[in-house]
């Protein structure tokens, strides 16, 4: 063939004197460095043994009223702090049979419902004037609000219910929403502010320029990002209207208006000698707040830290 030249085999081969040398490259692809794995040390023994006594404190008299719902009152006389023997479910039983028990979950949700719509949507609204916007005194009302979380509901309460008694609203849901939703803004605007306050400026600017309006970037984008802090303040809130005592004790007058926390104030005085009953009554109208606190604590921790770091 005259267009194929052949190659001669000496031009292939090493070269005499020449010492061929072979290289491996097996270990190309490997990382140039190791990353030692730390691990973790215990820690102290005091600060487990600090925080194991705190958790103590805190959940054994949850547990002490718990199960003191499935014991009698002659086994409680006999032996206080002993455990059910046998265990009773009459006492649970009963008070999940009561009307009134669920007419006043039903009082405490509707309350806590409709406060923490209104604390979002209004704490939402202010911090996200207050992050996204400069005007002038925008810092002075900040610290206005949060002025209010020095300001204690002891010291309002006769003030709110006079107010409250004058334009109507005593005796009523709205006395009570409408005075948790104020005192629950300063806390809502204090969280959600950094959130809506660390969204960077381009993103708002490349919105912009692709023809969405200051509302639509709060619907589209602000709202969305700052999620995990609007959860968060909408549990805390939650959890706060479903204990609040004193505010509904001032307000209404009518058994019939009675949240959950009264509910076992009433219940206690009219069954003063069935202290296992007054025990279940106790544990089924915190079961809820209980239970719903477990269940986000993910999420209030999540959207704390992000407020710090915001």
């Known amino acids: 063939m005259s267009g194929i030249q052949a190659t001669p085999a000496a031009a292939t081969a090493p070269k005499r004197g020449m010492v061929p040398v072979l290289i491996d490259r097996s270990d190309d692809h490997a990382p140039t460095h190791k990353v030692k794995k730390e691990r973790l040390g215990w820690g102290s023994p005091v600060v487990y043994f600090i925080s194991l006594a705190l958790i103590a404190v805190c959940i054994a008299p949850v547990l002490y009223i718990v199960l003191g719902g499935f014991r009698s009152n002659s086994q409680m006389i006999q032996d206080p702090a002993a455990w059910p023997n046998p265990w009773e479910i009459t006492n649970y039983t009963s008070v999940l049979a009561m009307p009134e028990f669920w007419h006043m979950a039903w009082n405490s949700l509707f309350i806590a419902l409709i406060s923490v719509v209104l604390v979002v949507v209004l704490g939402v609204g202010a911090s996200y004037t207050l992050a996204r916007y400069k ?64 969204i960077p400026g381009e993103i708002e600017e490349a919105a912009t320029v692709d023809g969405c309006s200051r509302l639509g970037f709060f619907f589209r984008m602000a709202l969305p990002l700052s999620l995990p802090g609007v959860i968060t303040v909408a549990i805390l809130n939650f959890v706060g209207s479903w204990n609040s005592y004193m505010l509904p004790l001032y307000m209404f007058n009518d058994a019939s208006m009675y949240t959950l926390p009264l509910g076992v104030q009433q219940f206690s005085t009219a069954h003063s000698q069935d202290t296992a009953q007054v025990m279940a009554f106790t544990s089924m109208s915190m079961l809820p707040a209980l239970i719903f606190f477990s269940i986000f604590e993910r999420r209030i921790v999540g959207g704390l830290s992000g407020a710090v770091k915001g």
């Open 135 to 198: 005007f002038t005194g925008r810092n002075a009302l900040y610290m206005l609000f949060a002025a209010g979380l020095m300001f204690p509901l002891t010291v309002a309460i006769t003030p709110l219910y006079i107010m409250m008694t004058r334009i109507g609203l005593a005796n009523t849901a709205w006395g009570v929403i409408l005075p948790q939703v104020a005192f629950g803004l300063p806390q809502t605007i204090i969280i959600l502010t950094p959130f809506l306050a660390a």
